[in-house]
Structures are given as C-alpha cells and as structure tokens.
C-alpha cells in the first residue's frame, strides 16, 4: 500500500504557473504508475496526466497538452506537474493517483488503487 500528499495548489493568475508536487510512502514507489487528475465543482474527476513507473510512457489530456508537464524523482519519492499558461478552466481540485498495473487505461479513475486528498488550484481571470 501507498500513501499519497499532494502540494503545491493555491490562487494563480490566468497565464501564471504553479508546480503540484504527491509525495509518496509506504511501498516502493519506483513500482507505481502514477497519474494526475482534477475535479470541478459539479464535474467528474478527469484526467491530465500520466507517467509510467519507468517514467518512459507519458501521456496528457488534450485540454492541457504543451502547458502541463509531469515528471518523477523515484529517488525521492515524488511525482510533480508543472502547470504553466493556466487557464480560469483549470480550477479544480487535483489528485494524484496510483497504481501498479501498466495494461490498465491510464485515463480512467477506476485504473487508480490509491489516491490522494487533493489540492486546490483556483485560476483567477
């Protein structure tokens, strides 16, 4: 099992950047596919992003393709998503996600095993 904190949200003005950081604990995180999504008020969760455990396959949702970038430090057990250009539809709660299974849809919530409580990223026009 692996336990998840995510940091880094706040208040950002539309065009301004924020990093998102999930630290991880628990069982080897090298192990863990990991992935990035958000919740709108009165949405689903959705997806932004994913990144394999050997951090050689990433992939992005269309609406954040060449603003977002995720990456991971196995060495120091977390996994970041750098967000630049934001935009007022950005603000949502993000969480990021875990799991072990690399055949599974990187897109869907119910791929994840383990999340975290979320961060709030608000984007002020």
């Known amino acids: 099992q692996v336990q998840l904190v995510e940091s880094g949200g706040g208040l950002v003005q539309a065009g301004g950047s924020l990093r998102l950081s999930c630290a991880a604990s628990g069982r080897t995180f090298s192990w863990y596919n990991m992935g990035w999504f958000r919740q709108a008020p009165g949405k689903e969760r959705e997806f932004v992003a994913y990144i394999r455990w050997s951090g050689d396959n990433i992939s992005y949702a269309d609406s954040v393709k060449g603003r977002f970038t995720i990456s991971r430090e196995n060495a120091k057990n977390t996994v970041s998503l750098q967000m630049n250009s934001q935009k007022s539809e950005d603000t949502a709660v993000y969480y990021c996600?875990?799991?072990?299974?690399?055949?599974?849809?990187?897109?869907?919530?119910?791929?994840?095993?383990?999340w975290g409580q979320g961060t709030q990223v608000t984007v002020s026009s």
């Open positions: 996600a875990a799991n072990t299974n690399s055949g599974r849809s990187v897109v869907t919530t119910t791929s994840y095993d383990y």
